[in-house]
């Protein structure tokens, strides 16, 4: 499986920005970002395909985040702005998707160890 290393995260204001990166080891056609907080089942945030840029976002973090991806450097990136405090946890890359729902961790094989996101009110 692909390896995955995130980073970026930080702690934030409400309303301020943070991008995060998350680097592959190898090519894979489609990425995504996951985030949990504690107790709670892993969400989530975002998908790219690599070829062509499409890509797909929950409802929670629509037209506040995009996903970007540069291919020469397997290196997709999550720009987030007008962060919330809702927006704090755990977010975790993911990559070798087996198909279904894009939003189904249990439809990913390889994981990055995760970067913390704090927005503070």
């Known amino acids: 499986a692909v390896q995955l290393v995130e980073s970026g995260g930080g702690s934030v204001q409400t309303g301020g920005s943070l991008r995060l990166s998350c680097a592959a080891s190898?090519?894979?056609?489609?990425m995504a970002w996951f985030r949990q907080t504690p107790g709670q089942e892993r969400e989530g945030v975002a998908l790219i395909r690599t070829v062509g840029g499409s890509t797909s976002y929950a409802d929670s973090v629509k037209g506040r985040f995009a996903f970007s991806r540069d291919n020469a450097k397997n290196t997709v990136y999550l720009q987030m702005d007008n962060l919330k405090p809702e927006d704090s946890a755990m977010y975790y890359c993911a990559a070798d998707f087996r198909g279904g729902l894009w939003f189904r961790p249990s439809n990913y094989a390889a994981w990055g160890p995760g970067t913390q996101v704090i927005v503070s009110s």
């Open positions: 190898g090519y894979t056609d489609y």
